[in-house]
T-cell receptor, first 114, second 114 residues
Framework: DAGITQSPRHKVTETGTPVTLRCHQT?????MYWYRQDPGHGLRLIHY???????DKGEVSDGYSVSRSKTEDFLLTLESATSSQTSVYFC?????????????FGEGSRLTVL | KNQVEQSPQSLIILEGKNCTLQ??????????LRWYKQDTGRGPVSLTI?????NTKSNGRYTATLDADTKQSSLHITASQLSDSASYIC?????????????FGRGTQLTVWP
């Protein structure tokens, strides 16, 4: 299994509170991604990173920010959580950002916003 | 509009039986198509990748086919086992993006009964 650790794995929080999810990899891969997975939808890209301090928005980035200060860590922050952000969040890594690259996913972080 | 549609949405089969899952896409320009398996509570794991020139590829009891002309792919599972119970996700990559723009299907939920 690819060395990807997400934390926390489960979190319940209240509307309006800040939340940070962490993705830690031991593979030294350059590319890291945050997705959310909801019933009735395919995986949707929130933000991605192509290097330390290099990040960009995905298709559902509103309400989320990211940071990558080290190769191994990619943080996803919800500045003020809303109920619509209740979801399962997956971190993924890839050694190459090319269109043939394989994604290696973490185990997911289940977030519930009350 | 680039889209990936999977059918059926869910499927129940008896252990030992075969089944076929379908994926239709409109992604252009096409680069490759991957099938991922996602066990309940886990992240997706790649089963196989199909490029434009490939028609069939096998991975154990899993056989994927690709018809690039009709933009269809199938995943055939032979002699199903209880451990095949999972969601199977079709992911199509668009050619030309250095960051591998990916289009996710919503998945087919397969349940194998003893």
């Amino acid at each position: 299994d690819a060395g990807i650790t997400q934390s926390p794995r489960h979190k319940v929080t209240e509307t309006g509170t800040p939340v940070t999810l962490r993705c830690h990899q031991t593979e030294n891969h350059r590319y890291m991604y945050w997705y959310r997975q909801d019933p009735g939808h395919g995986l949707r890209l929130i933000h991605y990173s192509y290097g330390v301090k290099d990040t960009d928005k995905g298709e559902v980035s509103d309400g989320y920010s990211v940071s990558r200060s080290k190769t191994e860590d990619f943080l996803l922050t919800l500045e003020s959580a809303t109920s619509s952000q209740t979801s399962v969040y997956f971190c993924a890594i890839s050694p190459t950002g090319s269109d043939t690259g394989e994604l290696f996913f973490g185990e997911g972080s289940r977030l519930t916003v009350l | 509009k680039n889209q990936v549609e999977q059918s059926p949405q869910s499927l129940i089969i008896l252990e030992g039986k075969n089944c076929t899952l379908q994926c239709n896409y409109t992604v252009s320009p096409f680069s490759n198509l991957r099938w991922y398996k996602q066990d309940t509570g886990r992240g997706p794991v790649s089963l196989t990748i199909m490029t434009f020139s490939e028609n069939t590829k096998s991975n154990g009891r899993y056989t994927a086919t690709l018809d690039a002309d009709t933009k269809q792919s199938s995943l055939h599972i032979t002699a199903s086992q209880l451990s095949d119970s999972a969601s199977y996700i079709c992911v199509v990559s668009a050619r030309g993006s250095t960051l591998g723009r990916l289009y996710f299907g919503r998945g087919t939920q397969l349940t194998v009964w003893p």
